[in-house]
Each structure stands twice: as C-alpha cells, then as structure tokens.
Antibody, heavy 118, light 107 residues
C-alpha cells in the first residue's frame, strides 16, 4: 500500500527555522516525483515545488522560489520542506503528494499544520 | 502561469440531487486536468485525471468532461460523503496550478 506519512504539527515564532518531512512507503521512492502543496486557512491549494528523489532534481514554482528549500534523503525514503526564517504568512497546512508520470498527484500525505505566531 | 478559475465558489445541493462544477483555464491545457476531492479535515484525494478518467475506487457517479479550456465535474445523486471541497488542477504547464475550489454543501 502506497503511503506518505508527514511529520506532526509545528508551532514556531517568526524568524525561526523549520524542516518538515514526508516519508514514503509501499513503492519505489526513488522512481516518483514528490511535490509540496500549501493550503492557507480557508483557501485553495498552491503548488510549491517538486523533487525527484532518485537524483534530487528539484524545481520550484516561481511564487516559492527562494522562500523554501525542498530536499530528499533517498536512503530513508523521506522528502523535506524547509524554511530558514519563518513569517506569520507561512501559517498553513502543507501537504506532500506523489506525482505520477509528470502529471497528476495520485497519493497525498495527511498534511502538516505549521503555525507561526509571536 | 495558467490561471484556473472554478465556479461557483459554493454550490448548495440536496442529498440525492446532482451537481455540476466548472473549471476554466486561461489557456488551453489539452486534457491535462485533474480533479481532487477534499473532505473536511482531510487531505485531497484524486478523483479524475486526464479530464475524464476516474481514479481507482472512485464511484461511477463522478464524471469528468471537457478539454482545452473548459472542464466539468458532474456528480449524480449526491451522497453524504460527497459534500466536500473540490479542486481542479492543470498539469500541462509548469508551474502546476489549481483552481480556487468549489465547496459543495448540503442545502
């Protein structure tokens, strides 16, 4: 069974750093792209970027380029999304999802809620 | 960036009735469109890909249609579990883009 399991909810202060994770299982982790999607409170979905764990090829949506860093450790089948300096506007639910064949997103993680507040 | 526009923002429907959700792209995305369902408090779930192909275990009451710039998701005879937020997404161009969502609520 394909599963993407994300790390737990985080509460941080503005200016702090954060790294959240997404662990894949039940499939060949290095053979599929993993993407990250933001959902701000009460809003729709926003595509952030994607990584191919097989060779760490990473691409960012222009809106998120320079704002976050996406990485992966294929030895433990885990992808990451990180911030070096959080802002209150980063408060959102973040989902990882597996992208199939340069196309749609077929499996999603359960989401990680990030709250940034002073 | 391709802008995806969903309408209406909210659709009020009685259980057992049908619903039609629309998604429009700012330029042609061919048939490279997916629909996702997001129940309250849950992650999105793939419903439809390639504009009209149902994903695994998706009931036949969900039908996707369209190509180019105009797409429709039709739900026949809404069940209680169908009241949710629906998102369309194009994957023809980078970056992938989503519509703003349509909330299907109980009338």
């Amino acid at each position: 069974e394909v599963q993407l399991v994300q790390s737990g909810a985080e509460v941080k202060k503005p200016g702090e750093s954060l790294k959240i994770s997404c662990k894949g299982s039940g499939y060949s982790f290095t053979s599929y792209w993993i993407g990250w999607v933001r959902q701000m409170p009460g809003k729709g979905l926003e595509w952030m970027g994607i990584i191919y764990p097989g060779d760490s090829d990473t691409r960012y949506s222009p809106s998120f380029q320079g704002q976050v860093t996406i990485s992966a450790d294929k030895s433990i089948s885990t992808a990451y999304l990180q911030w070096s300096s959080l802002k209150a506007s980063d408060t959102a639910m973040y989902y990882c999802a597996r992208r199939i064949a340069a196309a749609w997103l077929d499996y999603w993680g359960q989401g990680t809620l990030v709250t940034v507040s002073s | 960036e391709v802008v995806m526009t969903q309408s209406p923002a909210t659709l009020s429907v009685s259980p057992g009735e049908g619903a039609t959700l629309s998604c429009r792209a700012s330029q042609s995305v061919n048939s490279n469109l997916a629909w996702y369902q997001q129940r309250p408090g849950q992650a999105p779930r793939l419903l439809i890909f390639a504009a009209s192909t149902r994903a695994t275990d998706v009931p036949a009451r969900f039908t996707g249609s369209g190509s180019g710039t105009e797409f429709t998701l039709t739900i026949s005879s809404l069940q209680s579990e169908d009241f949710a937020l629906y998102h369309c997404q194009q994957y023809n161009y980078w970056p992938l883009t989503f519509g703003g969502g349509t909330k299907v609520e109980i009338k």
